[in-house]
Structures are given as C-alpha cells and as structure tokens.
C-alpha cells in the first residue's frame, strides 16, 4: 500500500508566529517520519529533530507540503481564519489516495466534529481516516511538566491549566482530563482556566489565588503562539510556559497517530481481500 498522505489539520491564526510553528511541526513530522522509516521512533526524540528540516513557512504552509524522504507527503489545512482548508487540500490530491487526517487539536469541540467531517465531505474525498485528536493525551502532559519544571515551578504553587476554552462541553471535559493528567505527572493539584471561552478566566483565577498569598503558575494548554498566548502574559501569574509548539514530544504524539491509523487502514485492506487460500468450489 501506498504510504497515506498525511493532513495535519489546524486552527488557524493571524499571528505570523504562530502559522510557522505550525509549518515547522509539518516539517518535523515529516523528518520523524523519515527517521522512524529505518527503526521505531524513539518516545524521547532528540531536540534536533524536532528543530530539523524546518522549511521556508511558505513552502510548508503557502504551498501546504511538506514531503520526508521516505515518501510521506505531509500537507497542512487550516479550518478557520485562513487557508488551505481541509477541502482545498482533499481536492488536490487523487480521489484514490488514501489519506489520514491528524486533528491539532487539544480538545475535541466543534471543529473536530463538526468542520473536519463537513470539510471532507464537501471534498468528495472517499478515503480519509480521521485519528482522534492530539489532547488530552499524557505525552502532551509530560510536555507541560517539562515546561513547568525548567521554569522553576515548585510544588508549593497554585497551578493553573490555561486553555482556550470552548462551547462544546465535550471539549471542555477534555480539557478536564487534560488538567488531571497534568496533576499525574506534577504530583499536585492543578485548576483548568480558560482564555477565552468558558469560565473560570485565567485571569480571575491568577488573580484570586495571588490574593490567597499563593505563587500562581500557568501551563500554557495552547499549540502555538496567537492571541490567546499573548494574553496569558498579561495576568499577572509569576510564570506562564510557552505553548506546546514544536517539541519532540508533540512531533512523537504526531507520528503515532498516523502509524496507528495507517496500520488499521492496512488491517482493513486485508480484510477486504479475497481468501485466496480457500479452495475453489463448483
């Protein structure tokens, strides 16, 4: 079988910075893909590959590709605010390809039950596995952890979860989930707050606990950098971890999404195949 083309489908932002973060993990799925194509990829990727292959952001988001030299076609869509949309890029590819479509998203809402599937289905596109979403998952955890830890955070602090939020309570309990996954790895309670959508604010609850006498400290439960980011530094809590981004962890959460879908598309393809080893019959 043909390698499935791989559709890493994103938000969308106008901050510049953020569209290249989202062009870079492209380019760094695409060399992990390249690298995992002669041995398992490792669950502790260096951070060389996550830095590899960083492309100019108008090849990998402009032109929407990304290709890893085993033969992987990375491409990227977007289901808000800018373009490629996950449509546009369906249309531009064989209708016999197959293809596995990777939601960048922390939490599934609206946009991963509802645009992604109308997007394909506007597509006329017939083979797209969609995986689940990238959150909640302990490897996005164990990133936040990392984030924390380098910052200085001690166990000692009040530490808020700080999500985008959302209108779909299935959402907003991943997000939950999310926060005790966090909780696991930094052996502490952890509060969810929400930058935009949802109650509690973020800043409500910095500044509540900063009125308590606590240290308040914030993971950033945010894939790249945009206005919600920017507006965590403006809260008033002693740290805030930069977002998720183009860490190998991400990179490796990435690429297991597209083995375990491609192995199930195969196991599928099997099964659909005559048994050529039952005798013939009159």
Known sequence: MTDPVLLLVAHGTRNPAGVEVIARLADS?????????????AES????LAESASGALADSVGEG????????SVRVAFVDVLGPSPADVLRELPDDAPVVAVPAFLASGYHVHADLPREITESGHRHVHVTPALGPDPALARVMGERLRAAGAASSDHVVLAAAGSSDVRALADVRTAADQLSDEMHCPVEVAYVATGEPRVADVVDAATASGARVVVASYLLAPGLFH???????AAVVTDPLGVHPGVTALIVDRYRTAVDLISAAAARSRPDRSAPDRD
């Open 29 to 41: 799925v695409s060399a992990a893909l390249a690298e995992s194509a002669s041995g398992p990829l």
């Open 45 to 48: 990727a260096s951070g060389a």
């Open 65 to 72: 590709r990304s290709e890893s030299a085993h033969g992987v």
């Open 230 to 236: 920017t507006r965590l530094g403006s809260t008033g």
